[in-house]
């Protein structure tokens, strides 16, 4: 048996970044999340977010891609909550997503930025959070 863990921060938005997550409708996508993973053996330690995003912190295991988990995480979460009337208009997502590896000391951070998102962009925007990602983690150095 092949012993796997490999830590990811995923965040992803919104189409068009509309501000349509209210506090009581994330409870619910949240907790629909959390059981979906749960049934695909996808382990998620801590989920939130804010009004146009959510951060979502998870383990990877030996026969996952990151894209498979991202698709069937928010796939899935859009096609029930629209199933279910949760938002009007409908749950979009925006194609992209952001996904980066996190190291097994780093997870206590990464765990305290994720909860605590609602605070967090009191001061600063998710545009320039992602925007901080971005350069932060170089990926604007790929061309």
């Excluded at 349509?20 to 999340?33: A, E, P, S, V």
């Excluded at 990877?60 to 909550?81: H, R, S």
């Excluded at 951070?109 to 925007?131: A, G, S």
């Amino acid at each position: 048996m092949s012993y796997v863990k490999i830590w990811i921060h995923a965040v992803w938005c919104t189409k068009n970044h509309e501000r349509i997550l209210t506090k009581d409708i994330r409870q619910q996508l949240f907790k629909h999340i959390r059981e979906n993973a749960k049934e695909k053996q996808i382990y998620i330690d801590f989920i939130n977010g804010d009004l146009d995003h959510i951060h979502c912190l998870l383990a990877l295991n030996a026969d996952m891609t990151i894209a498979k988990v991202i698709q069937l995480i928010k796939g899935e979460a859009a096609f029930w909550a629209n199933k279910n009337s949760l938002l009007k208009p409908k749950l979009v997502w925006a194609d992209e997503y952001f996904a980066v590896s996190i190291s097994e000391s780093m997870i206590n951070k990464v765990r305290n930025y994720i909860k605590n998102q609602e605070e967090h962009h009191k001061k600063m925007t998710f545009k320039d959070e992602y925007e901080n990602f971005i350069t932060k983690y170089g990926f604007n150095n790929h061309g």
